[in-house]
């Protein structure tokens, strides 16, 4: 099976509010505005969605994996509930000293998804929220990269500007990039 029309979306500080104390329980797994609906309306104009996300609360023990599946399976339902899908989820659980090759901004589990569904990155996008979301879409040499302006936009942008590294979109938060993939689809 391939994939056509696929979205990479990190998750913490792009779907959900994100945390210097880190998403550990779904009781601390709050949405941000929008982005249910941003998914929805992806998932409605025929894009697969597949989580691209660094977890390394796994790694630091701060989170069980049980509980890390847990939330996930609560995000898929809530989507699925909402009229939306998300395909996949591929997780990071190393710590940075870990160097690992599946810590973004390394380009490893989109490269692990684009072997799992035959996906021609060209074609794709990856909306982020961090520097390393930016820089691991464009390692992977995906279509294009969105940064949104929620989570930790504001380092992000200094780091990509110190890098020289431009993204090709800009978007308030993950509902008005949404907007703007499905008005640039081909």
């Known amino acids: ?16 509010q994100d945390s210097p104390d880190y998403i550990k329980k779904w009781a601390e797994f709050f949405f941000i505005p929008g982005s249910i609906t941003a998914i929805c309306d992806l998932s409605r104009a ?7 996300t660094n977890q390394s609360g796994i790694g630091r023990k ?6 890390l599946n847990e ?5 898929t339902q809530k989507i ?4 939306g899908r998300i395909k996949d989820i591929f997780v990071c659980p190393h710590r940075p000293e870990e160097n690992c090759k599946c810590r973004k901004p390394r380009p490893e589990m989109i490269y692990a998804a684009q072997k799992k569904y035959a996906i021609d990155l060209t074609t794709v996008s990856m909306v ?4 390393k979301d930016i820089e691991c879409g464009q390692n992977a040499g995906v279509g294009k990269t969105i940064l949104v302006k929620t989570g930790n936009y504001e380092t992000a ?3 990509l ?6 993204p090709d979109y800009v978007a308030s938060d993950l509902f008005s990039a949404a907007k703007w993939i499905i008005a640039h689809a081909k």
């Open 1 to 16: 099976m391939s994939l056509n029309k696929v979205i990479f979306l990190d998750r913490d500080g792009v779907i959900n």
């Open 80 to 83: 699925v509930a909402s009229g």
């Open 157 to 159: 942008q200094k780091i």
């Open 161 to 166: 500007e110190e890098k020289g590294i431009q």
């Open 71 to 75: 939330m996930h399976k609560n995000l």
């Open 128 to 131: 982020g929220d961090s520097a």
């Open 62 to 67: 701060l989170i069980k994996p049980s509980d």
């Open 46 to 52: 025929g894009f697969d969605i597949i989580i691209i």
